[in-house]
Structure formats: C-alpha cells, structure tokens
C-alpha cells in the first residue's frame, strides 16, 4: 500500500537554528498537509497546499514558517529561527483532491520529532 | 464553543462490550468527517469517513447528526486492540479546499 514517508524521523535543533522537515507524499495525491502535535495535546492543522500554493493555513503558521514542493515528489517545511516551543511532532499528510469529493481522507506520513535546544 | 469536541475520557470498558463515543462541531456548514485512530507516539490512522446517512465497517458504526451538529462512532464487540485514542476530524472549509481540525480524542483503554 502506499504511504506517506517523511525524513528524518528525530530532529534535534539548536533554537535560533532554521530546520527543514521533508515529505514525500502518495504519489496520485494532490493536496498536502502539515499538522503538529506537541507531547500530550491535539493534533493541529498548520497548512494545506494544492497546485503549489497555500490553500488553507491556520494562526500557528504565521511568517516563521513556509512550505515548498521543490520538485515533483517531496513537500517541505521550514521553520525560520525555531523557539523552544516548537519542539513538536510533525506530520506529513496527503489526500487524493479529487473535485468536486467532500470527503476526502488523509494518509498521514509517521512524523518527524523536533527536539529545539 | 470549540470548532471541534470531544470527552477526553479515559473510557474503561471490558472486552466484548460495546462502546459510544461523541463529538461536537462548531460550523454547520462543514461537510467532511472522519474518526482517525492514535496509538501513542505514532500518526493517526484512518479509521472510517462519516458519511451522511451514516455507514458501518465490521464492529464501527459512524453516524452524522447534522440538526445538533455531532458525530458518533460505535464500536461494538470490544477487543484489547481497540485500545487507543479515537480522534475526531472535521473539515471546517464548506467546499472547495480543506481545513481539517482534530478534536482533542478521546482514550479507550479495553480491559481483559
């Protein structure tokens, strides 16, 4: 079955650094997505992304944050001068987008854990 | 009022019984559901879309009440590996492009 795969699984970061999580969506899929989890909370929706643009996005992700598909597989997150409270889980997501479906479930990729210094 | 509810439990059952969770959502006009499932430290996983009409997969039954603006999952014949976080999902976008906000979960721990 297809998955999701996201890289690296631990990363550790000193605060101040920049750091950049990678994805590599479903293939097929269309639209990508980018939620955290801080240890013991919700999930939280950051961005969704469809034909290389932002879509959606949520007030965590102000200008600290930005989100590329470099190329024809992999989707990206930067996160600028990182802040103890960044450390999180990050994951990956990805959908099919087909018009017109409401429904639309996502896969999501098995996180990458930041650890900020 | 939170854009997506859930009673974070603990839920305690035994194996075998049968199990109801809820959740609320704060927009009317969403249009897309899911219950994930969350072992810990690892990704949610799909476990079924919530379809209007309500639908069923094995032991799970969603169902979508639209009038109060929740959503439920059954789970019937309760097994230890039922045990884990049950999350709520909601597009909170109408139509067109996706905003999808988690509830917080709400933990099932099946006992022997």
């Known amino acids: 079955e297809p998955e999701v795969t996201q890289t690296p699984s631990h990363q550790v970061t000193q605060m101040g650094q920049e750091v950049i999580l990678r994805c590599v969506p479903i293939s097929n899929h269309l639209y990508f997505y980018w939620y955290r989890q801080i240890l013991g909370q919700k999930v939280e929706f950051l961005v969704s992304f469809y034909n290389n643009e932002i879509s959606e996005k949520s007030e965590i992700f102000d200008d600290q944050f930005s989100v590329e598909r470099p190329d024809g597989s992999n989707f990206t997150l930067k996160i600028r001068s990182t802040k103890l409270e960044d450390s999180a889980m990050y994951f990956c997501?990805?959908?099919?987008?087909?018009?017109?479906?409401?429904?639309?479930?996502?896969?999501f990729g098995d996180g990458t854990r930041l650890s900020i210094l | 009022r939170k854009e997506v509810e859930q009673d974070p439990g603990p839920f305690n059952v035994p194996e075998g019984a049968t199990v109801a969770f809820n959740c609320t959502y704060s927009n009317s006009a969403s249009q897309s559901f899911f219950w994930y499932r969350q072992d810990c430290r690892k990704e949610p996983k799909l476990l079924m879309s919530?379809?209007?009409s309500g639908n069923e997969d094995g032991r799970f039954t969603a169902q979508l009440n639209r009038a109060s603006q929740y959503i439920s999952l059954l789970i019937r014949d309760s097994k230890l590996s039922d045990s884990a976080t049950y999350l709520c999902?909601?597009?909170?976008?109408?139509?067109?492009?996706?905003?999808?906000?988690f509830g917080t979960g709400t933990r099932l721990k099946v006992l022997a």
């Open positions: 999902v909601v597009n909170m976008i109408p139509s067109g492009t996706y905003k999808y906000i």
């Open positions: 919530v379809y209007s």
């Open positions: 997501a990805s959908s099919e987008g087909l018009q017109g479906a409401s429904n639309q479930p996502q896969h």
